[in-house]
């Protein structure tokens, strides 16, 4: 059991980082964040039968900063496109000087 949660984990990750680093759109990434964040959270849920609840402590946390993570976040992606109309990152260069 440890190890298919494990190897779900990874490959959920896996997903994660391959959609943060091909996509253009923000809303996608953001997404993928969330993915890598789940897949964490899987991990320390499947790590937790072994070393004890300090596992699912740390799911708690996790879960805490995804929350802030998602209200902070969406409130800048709807400030973008508000400013610019589009979620797309390749058209957003605000940072440029």
């Keep these: 059991m ?5 190897a779900l984990s990874a490959l959920l990750f896996s997903i994660g980082v391959v959609g943060v ?3 253009r759109n923000a809303i996608i990434i953001f997404m993928c964040v969330e993915l890598m964040l789940n897949a964490v959270n899987l991990s320390f849920v499947a790590l937790s039968k072994l070393y004890g609840a300090a596992g699912q402590v740390f799911v708690v946390f996790t879960m805490t900063v995804a929350a ?3 209200a902070v976040g969406l409130a800048i992606i709807i400030a973008i496109f ?3 109309k589009t979620v797309n990152l390749q058209n957003i260069n605000l940072l440029k000087g």
Excluded: P, S
């Excluded at 440890?2 to 494990?6: D, G, P, R, S, T």
């Design 2 to 6: 440890l190890v298919e949660a494990l």
């Design 21 to 23: 680093l091909t996509r």
């Design 68 to 70: 802030a993570e998602a």
């Design 82 to 84: 508000r400013h610019v």
